[in-house]
Nanobody
Framework: QVQLVESGGGLVQAGGSLRLSCVAS????????MGWYRQAPGTQRELVAR???????TYAESVKGRFTISRDNVKRTVYLQMNSLNSEDTAAYYC?????????WGKGTLVTVSS
């Protein structure tokens, strides 16, 4: 049973920081690429950041230089460090991985940036 559990969301002022965590179970974590996606109401879900098993990273242009994705294979956790937050970052953030050709998602954690 693949399970992804996000945490770390909340209310933060513009210019502030948050660190999101996703704890994974039910698959061989160290062999899997992991991703963070976000979705605001009425919009499509978009990729924010991705990290491969070899720790190669990919970022959405809108978050480059502000967000950092990382992973701890011992803790089976992927992180998203978010700095210099602005109102455009307000969204539900979801953890993602693919196992046996199927996508799995966490339930999400809400990030609200106040101005």
């Amino acid at each position: 049973q693949v399970q992804l559990v996000e945490s770390g969301g909340g209310l933060v002022q513009a210019g502030g920081s948050l660190r999101l965590s996703c704890v994974a179970s039910g698959f061989i974590f160290n062999l899997n690429a992991m991703g963070w996606y976000r979705q605001a109401p009425g919009t499509q879900r978009e990729l924010v950041a991705r990290i491969t098993s070899g720790r190669s990273t990919t970022y959405a242009e809108s978050v480059k230089g502000r967000f950092t994705i990382s992973r701890d294979n011992v803790k089976r956790t992927v992180y998203l460090q978010m700095n210099s937050l602005n109102s455009e970052d307000t969204a539900a953030y979801y953890c993602n991985t693919k196992v046996d050709m199927m996508d799995y998602w966490g339930k999400g954690t809400l990030v609200t940036v106040s101005s």
